[in-house]
């Protein structure tokens, strides 16, 4: 599987997801919001559209 580790983020998305930079800073992405841990639908979701992003080098527009 695929790991994605983070490294930039605005502030934007910090107050947006509730975090400060050093709590994700450096993490794997899924480790960074292990509270959604139990959820593996949408760990496989958010995983695809990484991938799309890697793939097509584009913008993949998610649904909320």
């Known amino acids: 599987m695929a790991r ?3 490294l930039i983020f605005s502030e934007t998305y910090l107050n947006l997801v509730h975090k400060i930079r050093d709590e ?3 993490k794997e992405f899924f480790e ?3 509270r959604q841990r ?3 639908i949408q760990k496989i979701i958010v995983l695809n559209a990484f991938m799309d992003v890697i793939a097509t080098k584009g913008i993949v527009f998610q649904p909320v």
């Open 24 to 26: 994700i800073l450096s």
């Open 32 to 34: 960074a919001f292990s």
């Open 4 to 6: 994605f580790t983070t």
């Open 38 to 40: 139990g959820r593996f």
